[in-house]
């Protein structure tokens, strides 16, 4: 679930006053009724104040040089019809994150866009799968969808196919987040798309083949107070099964009954995972030197009733985003998997994410001290 | 050296008076020159200043024609990207309401707060301690369209503070009001900015909005004034201008942000080079001073020279301790020069900068801080042109042959021909001048009708020692009869003195011709201006958002008004106007549109050409046809009948020059299309200023008094009415010149002050001739009145002199100088009132400086002057 990525804002944004009037009242809830539907569902659902389209993935060229990269687009809904009739009246606020891993050379590098839909510069499309912040964009193209950003120092061009049907998390991609009534989303994944196009690193391209991962997530309001951030898992099994997972963490150190995942295996329907199903265990610490975040990043996950046993560790420690205008921290990196599956040892690959190690005030948006501007690459 | 000091320096010193007229008259020179100088940059300076501080790192900006550009054409821009960073712009200016009678003007840049920080630097303090601001006060920032940032700087200024985020009282007034066209309305200060990035532009006097907020406060919903972009890679500038401006569409420009300080620079230029020109009047007038002294002086020592000579000194010897003088008394001038050119500048800076906000729409800052470079030049111009004044006396000190030492006394040998030569140089002048006002203009300056005048003015002075002569034949003896004895006795010591006068009489006369052929012009000026007045301002009232309304103003008229405007019972009918500043051959001209319709209804336009103005302009209706300005026809060779290429948002298009009009309101040159027109190629923009046309019979005071009565609590306007319009296009003139009659002022006092300064050497050196007028039986009164009535006929001669001078240096400025520099057609006109009066003031200006030798002389006690003997 992706739920943990706009947290932080969320979290931002419903704390302020400014909002709070609006926070409500205008937006729509997540709702059991609301049966998504694909491809219908790929678009742009603006009547609920948050929405994300997340793209993760694992890619290697021919010689073996593993890359990992994620393009990540979010509209956040400040205010649904604001008073001021100019075009630039912020409506929603239109972020996007892009990174890509650099196994060999052990780096990790991303940027961030932070927009207002304005003049169209940045928009996701109500018609069809097309979302874009400027000159990074998804769209779906001949059935296939299409990534392509790029960053002074990195660009991706990758075309992910639909290979495997989509999952609905949760009921019927209803999706509960909190233990109150309308704490939900609605969260669908493609868990396993063949990709292939090109990373480019320093003005260097490389062909790249493997699987991506892509999560689409829209709701209005789905936060307990007390909760302060999230661990989520996206393993794809060498076996071919996937598994997604979340545990929400409180405040007071305590997990949050609502954690839970979806277990796919090919040929078998999907198997739903609640919070007594499966157990996330930290390991490693890997302090950030940016945000001084202290972040786990080696796991150990068990699902004891599937007889998984696994190991999670990063493919480069230093995964963390760092937006320098949304000033949102986050560790969200490609991780290797290693384990057992009834005995019989098993690898895999994918994609976690760790939130509500470090926050950091949305209001650095516009101001980032002088002494945390990330402009070096990790 | 010692020899300096012995021979140059004691008598410099021993000569308090006229050391210390002649240090006044090259300290005067030099800082007018300075000030001038420096009140120049200050216009340009405060513009660039504020330029570059708002730009930022921009290097490049997207630009529209007049009007911006539509947000629509920016939505297909997005391939901009690829080059760095995009953000679009708002900018433009507000008052901000103090309290009921202060205002203060400021800039406002509205930029989308998301995405402009690659551009510009900002810092944001929020109140209450919170060195950070927070989500809730960037929020507010970002959706309240109530929302400013103002500098910190500002805000201590005026004692404001930023609104709490926390909801907590502020600890100070919170709120700022601004006025954005003829709508004021209430901001909340939502940050301070540091001082720095665009911060520190205009002394604090910058306002930061979100582009929302600002698009809509300034009523420019569905465009932006400009699109900044910072590219990634600064060193390929050549290349991404050219590559961008390739693929924009046709009406869109790309251009560097100097490139608009550049144009401003331009639209100045002539303005600027006519009050520099003036100022080296002083200057020169400064060193006829110098000329003079050092003359003087040699004429006065020649048996000393003689000595020295005779004594084996080489005449380079010579020739270097008479330069050496100038020297000296010129470092000391330059030396007084400037600071006192910088206090002037104070002045002076107050006298242009509202000319050029009124007349240019550009920014005066303060005065900028003084230079090295300034004081350099100050020194670099005072020392070596005092040295070549002085050559020529010097010179002729070098010549003096040891003889003299032996013969005695001051002999004026060798005079005739050197007259001569000055009376054939000075008529060589005359002609070459009359030769050079016939060339065109230098870079669309009036280089050679300033050389003109300049060779008129040293015409002049190579003909005074002819003219002096000359009078002293014709007015000998009995024509200054009725003056007494004393005035014969004037006569007769003036008529011996010619040589030495001729210098003083030179520069006076100079600065009385520049007075006269200013006074000349700008009196045949101001009655053009008072006729194309009357001719052209038709209208009952005059509504515009600002006492006064430049023409590039892009304050408008809000739709309210307007309704409640022509909703008024006695309103028959409202012209609306609309001025956009646009680019045209690369200068930055005005256009306009107005309703051809009512012109020709009420009469409101003077033509040059055709013979058929009227007529024409009835033609130009539903069709794309213009009338241009005089000034824009002058500057750019546009002639009725022609095609022009006028830029529209579409791009430039073919434009018919119907008719060619008189207009006096501004030099860049004014292009008028008819509304509909208009608004087929610009779309539907707010009006920048209504003529207001009422029934027959209506009284515009009262309609006047209550419109504002209804309007002035809800809206911030200014109207006028015929009567009050035109006395404000008056008073705007009379300001504007203001700084001219403020530089001849200071030239005449230096040259009033040449002429007191001969009188003392004169008198010094007749202490002989004066003490036996004493101990011939003259009274002290008889010698004093003597004295003055010198003086007096100095006075009158230079007076006579200048005058002649003055209407011919007139016509060059009214038919060379002004046509080249602003493209404007004034009819000739005499002040004659204004010149009489001018004149009585130089006579009795110059008598009085007799009074101070004639005291001088008066003091001698006959014996002790005698006794030499």
Redesign the interface.
């Known amino acids: 679930m992706t739920m943990r990525r706009a947290l932080v804002l969320v979290l931002l944004l419903a704390a302020s006053p400014v909002l709070a009037a609006l926070a409500s009242d205008p937006w729509k809830q997540a709702s059991r009724d609301y049966a998504v539907r694909l491809p219908a569902d790929h678009v742009s659902h603006p009547a609920y104040r948050i929405e994300w389209w997340y793209y993760t993935g694992n890619l290697e060229t021919d010689r073996g040089r593993r890359f990992g990269y994620q393009i990540t687009f979010f509209r956040i809904g400040i205010d649904p019809s604001p008073a001021n009739p100019s075009k630039w009246s912020v409506r929603d606020l239109l972020m996007a994150h892009i990174a890509v891993t650099d196994a060999a050379g052990g780096r990790h590098l991303f940027a961030e866009r932070v927009s207002r839909a304005g003049v169209g510069w940045a928009g996701a499309s109500q018609r069809d799968l097309h979302v874009w912040n400027e000159d990074w964009e998804v769209r779906l193209e001949f059935g296939r969808h299409r990534l392509q950003a790029r960053d002074p120092r990195f660009a991706i061009d990758l075309v992910a196919s639909e290979d495997r049907r989509p999952v609905l998390h949760g009921q019927d991609g209803f999706s509960q987040k909190g233990s109150s009534v309308g704490n939900a989303t609605h969260y669908y994944s493609l868990t396993r798309m063949p990709t292939e196009g090109f990373v480019t690193l320093d003005g260097e391209r490389f062909a790249v083949k493997g699987d991506s991962w892509m999560d689409h997530e829209f709701g209005t309001s789905f936060l307990e107070s007390n909760q302060q951030g999230w661990d989520w898992f996206s393993i794809q099994l060498a076996d071919g099964a996937d598994l997604m997972m979340f545990q929400l963490r409180r405040a007071d150190g305590s997990l949050d009954p609502q954690s839970s995942g979806t277990l796919v295996r090919p040929g078998q329907p999907n198997r739903r995972l609640v919070a007594n199903d499966f157990a996330l265990t930290p390991g490693r610490i890997w302090t950030s030197p940016v945000s001084g975040a202290r972040y786990p990043v080696e796991w150990r996950v068990s699902v004891p009733d599937q007889g998984l046993d696994l190991r999670v560790r990063p493919v480069v420690d230093a995964q963390e985003l760092t937006g320098a205008r949304s000033g949102v921290s986050y560790w969200e990196g490609a991780i290797e998997v290693e384990g057992m599956r009834a005995g019989q040892p098993l690898t895999g690959r994918g994609y976690l994410e760790m939130t509500g190690y470090s926050g950091r005030a949305l209001g650095e948006l516009l101001n980032p001290p002088p002494s945390a501007t990330p402009r070096k690459a990790p | 050296m010692a020899l300096f000091g012995w021979f140059i320096l004691r008598r410099v010193a021993q000569e308090r008076m006229r050391t210390g007229l002649t240090v006044a008259g090259i300290a005067l020179g030099v800082a007018v020159v300075l000030a001038i100088r420096l009140a120049n940059a200050s216009a340009l300076g405060g513009f660039a200043a504020a330029l570059d501080t708002v730009a930022g790192k921009t290097s490049l900006e997207i630009i529209g024609t007049g009007l911006g550009v539509d ?2 054409r ?2 297909q821009l ?2 901009l ?2 080059w760095g960073d ?1 953000s ?1 712009v708002i900018e433009g200016d507000a008052l901000a309401v103090l309290s009921p009678n202060r205002t203060e003007a400021v800039r406002v840049l509205g930029v ?4 402009d ?1 690659p551009i510009r630097e ?3 303090d929020v109140g209450a301690g919170a060195r ?9 920032l ?4 109530s929302s400013v940032v103002i500098t910190e700087v500002f805000a201590r200024r005026h004692g404001l503070v930023a609104e709490p985020a926390d ?1 907590s009282e502020a600890g100070g007034r919170s709120t700022l009001q601004l006025a954005m066209g003829d709508v004021s309305r209430t901001f909340r200060i939502r940050a301070l900015l540091r001082n720095q990035g665009p911060a520190r532009a205009l002394d604090g006097n910058f306002v930061l909005m ?4 600002a ?2 406060a300034f009523d420019r ?2 465009r932006v004034d400009r699109v900044d972009v910072r590219l ?1 890679e600064p060193s390929r500038l050549d290349e991404a201008e050219k590559a961008i401006g390739a693929r924009l569409p046709r009406g869109l420009n790309v251009q560097r942000p100097a490139r608009r300080g550049q144009q401003v620079e331009q639209m100045l230029a002539a303005f600027q080079f006519n009050l520099a020109a003036l100022s080296y009047v002083a200057l020169l007038v400064g060193l006829f001073q110098v000329y003079n002294t050092v003359a003087t002086s040699v004429i006065a020592r020649r048996d000393e020279i003689g000595v020295l000579r005779a004594l084996g000194t080489p005449r380079r010897t010579v020739l270097a301790l008479f330069l050496g003088e100038a020297a000296a008394l010129a470092a000391l001038g330059c030396l007084a020069g400037i600071p006192l050119g910088w206090g002037l500048a104070r002045g002076a800076v107050a006298f242009t900068s509202a000319t050029v906000t009124t007349l240019y729409a550009a920014h005066a800052a303060g005065v900028p801080a003084l230079t090295w470079i300034d004081a350099a030049l100050a020194v670099g111009l005072g020392l070596p042109l005092a040295l070549i004044a002085a050559a020529a006396p010097a010179l002729e000190a070098a010549r003096v042959s040891p003889l003299c030492a032996v013969r005695g006394g001051t002999d004026d040998t060798g005079e005739t021909p050197v007259r001569k030569r000055w009376t054939a140089a000075g008529v060589a002048c005359l002609a070459a001048s009359a030769a050079s006002a016939q060339a065109g203009p230098l870079h669309g300056l009036p280089v050679f009708g300033f050389l003109s005048a300049v060779l008129i003015v040293f015409g002049l002075a190579a003909l005074v020692p002819a003219a002096l002569t000359g009078l002293a034949r014709v007015t000998g003896g009995r024509a200054l009869g009725w003056l007494g004895i004393e005035g014969r006795l004037a006569h007769a010591s003036l008529t011996g003195a010619i040589r030495r006068l001729s210098v003083s009489v030179a520069a006076l006369a100079v600065s009385l011709a520049m007075l006269v052929a200013i006074a000349v012009m700008i009196g045949s000026f101001r009655e053009t201006v008072i006729y194309w007045v009357a001719q052209t301002l038709r209208a009952d009232l005059y509504v515009a958002t600002a006492r006064r309304s430049n023409l590039d103003a892009q304050a408008t008229i809000s739709p309210s008004l307007e309704q409640a405007i022509a909703a008024d019972a006695d309103v028959d009918g409202v012209d609306r106007f609309r001025a956009l500043s646009v680019t045209f051959r690369d200068r930055l001209i005005v256009l306009g549109s107005g309703d051809f319709r009512v012109l020709l209804d009420h009469g409101a336009l003077v033509f040059k050409a055709p013979a058929d103005g009227p007529g024409a302009l009835a033609s130009a209706i539903g069709r794309d046809a213009i009338v241009v300005s005089e000034s824009l026809s002058l500057r750019f060779g546009v002639r009725v009948g022609d095609h022009i290429e006028v830029p529209t948002p579409a791009g430039p298009r073919p434009f018919h020059v119907a008719a060619v009009y008189y207009d006096y309101s501004t030099d860049r040159g004014v292009v008028v299309m008819d509304r509909a027109t208009f608004l087929r190629h610009f779309g539907d923009q707010r009006p920048t200023s209504l003529s207001v046309y009422l029934r027959s019979g209506a009284d515009a005071e009262v309609v006047r008094a209550r419109l504002m009565a209804q309007l002035a609590p809800t809206h911030r306007l200014f109207i006028h009415t015929n009567t009050t319009l035109r006395a404000e296009v008056l008073r705007i003139f009379d300001a504007t010149f203001a700084i001219t009659y403020g530089l001849e002022a200071i030239a005449i006092v230096v040259a009033v002050l040449g002429v007191t300064g001969t009188l003392v050497t004169l008198i010094l050196e007749r202490r002989r001739e004066l003490g036996t007028l004493r101990l011939v039986g003259a009274d002290l009164g008889q010698i004093r009145r003597m004295i003055v009535i010198e003086a007096g006929m100095l006075g009158a001669v230079s007076q006579a002199l200048g005058m002649a001078a003055g209407l011919a240096l007139s016509v060059v400025l009214i038919y060379v100088i002004n046509v080249q520099s602003f493209g404007w057609t004034i009819q000739f006109h005499m002040p004659v009132g204004f010149l009489l009066q001018a004149m009585a003031v130089v006579l009795v200006a110059t008598t009085l400086a007799g009074a101070y030798p004639a005291r001088l002389a008066a003091g001698f006690r006959p014996a002790d002057e005698i006794s030499t003997e």
Not at chain 2, 112 to 115: N, P
């Open positions: 947000e629509q920016l939505a997005t391939w990207r690829t995009v679009p989308d707060i998301l995405r920080q900002y810092r944001l950070q601001p927070t989500a809730q006060a960037f929020l507010g970002l959706l309240d369209p909801g979100d582009i929302a907020a698009q809509w919903l569905g990634a």
